[in-house]
């Protein structure tokens, strides 16, 4: 079983490294793009015994324990 | 519209970070995860006006020469 983790700034959130690829990406001739955020992918690979909803409760406890940083940022995840 | 692009180390090469991780919550008592692999995630925000198809073209390109180092990374994408 397999859980991906997205970790983001909260949108109230400076984002300087998004906005700096943005900026980057228009002087290459990307004028499509608006906006850049950029956050952090964690791909967890998880014991197959596991039931779904117990999967459920582990990822969102290491999401918001061990992977994210509650002050300035936030996280969705996915099992599959 | 919206594309996630994900950028992760190929699987032929070794993930410190990620076994750093894996290691930590093995000790903080998450023995079910048996592995994590660490990536980047950019949230592109492109112009509305974009047919599909152009929009698709345009992530891969920006993907391909601008988020992910060829050499050791490989990107998947989404748009919404």
Request: aromatic fraction near 6%; proline fraction near 2%; charged fraction near 25%.
């Amino acid at each position: 079983m397999r859980a991906h983790v997205y970790v983001t700034l909260k949108t109230t959130v400076l984002d300087a490294q998004g906005q700096t690829i943005a900026n980057a990406l228009r002087r290459l001739h990307h004028p499509s793009v608006q906006d850049v955020r950029q956050g952090k992918y964690f791909l967890l690979t998880l014991d197959d015994s596991l039931a779904q909803d117990v999967a459920r409760m582990e990822v969102e406890r290491i999401a918001a324990d061990v992977l994210t940083n509650p002050v300035i940022e936030e996280f969705t995840y996915r099992i599959e």
